[in-house]
């Protein structure tokens, strides 16, 4: 089965930068959209930034100019770079992988947390 497995999560400063990273087994993430996903305490979970099969990005307004999505195929893993990180970043961060182009749904990592202080 397909397993997404998540680092690089922490604690880390106001204006301070992570870098999420997503390794894939059994599949070639170059195939799919992949994605990652956030959900802070009380709040409904929300798409983050996802990258195409295409290498197109797409991002939710609040991150724009901030965090960037990437690919590295040679290493079959996805990065979520985040930059100038506000409390507001705070939650659990989900990788994702839609496999409906080969008739499966989403797969989904374990979540790595990320915190943002002041």
């Known amino acids: 089965q397909v397993q997404l497995v998540e680092s690089g999560g922490g604690l880390v400063q106001a204006g301070g930068s992570l870098r999420l990273s997503c390794a894939a087994s059994?599949?070639?993430?170059?195939?799919?959209?992949t994605g990652w996903y956030r959900q802070a305490p009380g709040k409904q979970r929300e798409l983050v930034a996802n990258?195409?099969?295409?290498?197109?990005?797409n991002y939710v307004a609040s991150v724009k100019g901030r965090f960037i999505i990437s690919r590295d195929n040679a290493k079959n893993t996805v990065y979520l770079q985040m930059n100038s990180l506000i409390p507001e970043d705070t939650a659990v961060y989900y990788c994702?992988?839609?496999?409906?182009?080969?008739?499966?749904?989403?797969?989904w990592g374990q979540g790595t947390q990320v915190t943002v202080h002041s």
């Open positions: 990258i195409t099969d295409g290498g197109d990005t």
């Open positions: 059994r599949i070639n993430f170059s195939l799919y959209t």
């Open positions: 994702v992988v839609d496999l409906g182009r080969i008739g499966l749904g989403l797969r």
